[in-house]
């Protein structure tokens, strides 16, 4: 098991980090070239600003059982597809059961934007950062 990380716009790479060295897991963080990074512990790939460049090569580094941090849902899809697990920065744990759903749900929040000016996402709060750690705690020892 290792941590697949799509990491462009990853609020919680320091708590992959802190879970990661505790239980003695790789982790792979994957950006586009608009990134620079370093943290000494995990191996990173910056590759070319490519429509979903970043997502297609972090999927074919991912094996089963790996645990992919994305709030792709796409990317989750495909990683459930091949069998592994996919959580959000949230703690969502994604499924075979939710993950049809959210991305129908997409699909239609990106039809309504077209047409209407919405907010952006809300601000990050600490019990965000408290599921997500709970969550991906879970899923290693649920392995």
């Known amino acids: 098991m290792r ?3 799509d990491a462009d716009a990853c609020p919680v790479k320091e708590i992959i980090l802190k879970v990661a060295k505790k239980h003695s897991l790789e982790v792979k963080m994957f950006f586009d070239n608009s990134h620079l990074y370093e943290d000494g ?3 990173v790939f910056i ?3 490519g429509p979903d460049s970043v997502d297609y090569f972090l999927i074919n580094k991912t094996l089963p059982g790996d645990i992919v941090v994305t709030q792709d849902y ?3 899809s495909m990683a459930l597809a091949k069998k592994a ?3 959000n920065n ?4 994604f499924n075979k059961d939710n993950i049809l759903e959210l991305l129908s749900q997409r699909a ?3 039809k309504v934007r077209r047409h209407k000016n919405l907010k952006g996402p809300k601000k990050r709060q600490a019990s965000d950062n408290e599921k997500f750690e709970a969550s991906l705690i879970l899923l290693i020892h649920n392995k």
């Open 3 to 5: 941590i697949i990380v």
């Open 41 to 43: 512990y995990s191996e």
């Open 47 to 49: 590759l070319d600003k």
């Open 74 to 76: 796409g990317v989750a």
């Open 85 to 87: 697990y996919a959580i």
């Open 90 to 93: 949230h703690g969502l744990i």
């Open 108 to 110: 239609y929040n990106q």
